[in-house]
């Protein structure tokens, strides 16, 4: 038996169907639920919005100012406090490659490259990354901080 040699028909013809079960498979991911999540959109896609009306925290867990790691469906997230009766939410997945940052002082600080975020609002500080940290809606709903 000879080996056989695709020619370059076959080659291209099977290129553009590989292409389409592909392009196929990422629509159809697109069109997919998301189980009844508001439809507020993240930047990375590493934070998803939990369930409405699920616990964060309790509100004087975090001191006015200051910012503390949780976990937020599972996923690694910074509560923070700007004063006595709000709070702020972000996903604590640095966008940069996806380190997980933390409060460190007065800022959120990525342990891998030395990316720093703002600890009450999660904007980008100092890169590399060139984004801020994802938002998570929360509210204060009587003595919890809730996912909105």
Partial sequence: MTAHSPTRRTVLTTGVAVAGAAAGTVVLAACGSDSGT???SQNTGSATAAPFGTTVAALNDVPVGQAKSVTVDGKPAILARPTETTAACFSAVCPHQGATVAPEGDAIKCPLHGSQFDTLTGALEKG???????????????QNVVTA
């Fill in 38 to 40: 508001s439809g507020s």
């Fill in 128 to 142: 590399p990354a060139d984004t801020g940290l994802t938002p998570i809606p929360v509210k204060v709903e009587g």
